[in-house]
């Protein structure tokens, strides 16, 4: 099945910087989703994006699938964006697959 | 709110005994997707159901089982509970049984089950 992998693994920021998030896929994707999980475990959908690019606010994701890897960019980051990000994709079959996610501490 | 229920929200139980989870889709979502996240193996996919039929099996246990019922609402059933078990256990729904343009994913909320 299809690989993700994430990095980094590990993020602290202070509050209004700006960072960048990779996944890494091993094969052609037919969705993948970016998830911010809080800390009381709500696993909270930020984007469906197997290619493109969207932005919400101060959140935004581009997919380069011919490349096999996505970015999700942070700016001006708050404490409220402390939790893990998790790639998710789908290869040929429709359940998820995530990788091991990244996680973020943001501090004042 | 991603429109996903789970029931309940948390739970505490004794080795060796039986417990339900239940899950409710989106309106309109026929898929219903189980997972299961500790802290040592991340989030793994157990099953996957599409109109009451199971379509893809990952790496669930034999003492769990499943089932999609008519009304599409989906429970998960852990057996033989061991200390292991102890996980945030997810539910999630799609409108569609494969991938594809549109086939987003939703998560509930989760149901955390904790084995003494």
């Given at each position: 099945g299809i690989q993700v992998e994430q990095s980094p693994p590990d993020l602290i920021l202070q509050e209004g910087a700006n960072s960048t998030l990779r996944c890494n896929f091993s094969d052609s994707v037919n969705n993948l989703q970016w998830f911010h999980q809080n800390p009381w475990g709500q696993l909270i959908n930020l984007f469906y994006i197997p290619s493109g690019t969207k932005q919400n606010g101060r959140l935004s994701a581009t997919t380069v699938a011919t490349e096999r890897y996505s970015l999700l960019y942070i700016s001006s980051?708050?404490?409220?964006?402390s939790g893990v990000y998790f790639c998710a994709a789908t290869g040929t079959a429709s359940k998820l697959t995530f990788g091991t996610g990244t996680r973020l501490q943001v501090t004042l | 709110d991603s429109g996903v229920t789970q029931t309940p929200k948390h739970l505490i139980t004794a080795t060796g005994q039986r417990v339900t989870l239940r899950c409710s889709p989106r309106s309109g979502d026929l898929s219903v997707y189980w997972y299961q996240q500790s802290l040592d193996q991340g989030l793994q996919f157990l099953i996957q159901y599409y109109n009451g039929e199971e379509r893809a099996k990952g790496?669930?246990?034999?003492?769990f089982s499943a089932q999609q019922f008519p009304d599409l609402h989906s429970e998960l059933n852990l057996s033989s509970?061991?200390?292991?078990?102890s996980a945030l256990y997810f539910c999630a729904s799609s409108v569609a049984t494969r991938a594809g343009p549109g086939n987003t994913i939703y998560f509930g909320e989760g149901s955390w089950l904790t084995v003494v």
């Open positions: 980051s708050q404490t409220t964006d | 790496n669930i246990l034999e003492r509970l061991e200390l292991g078990d």
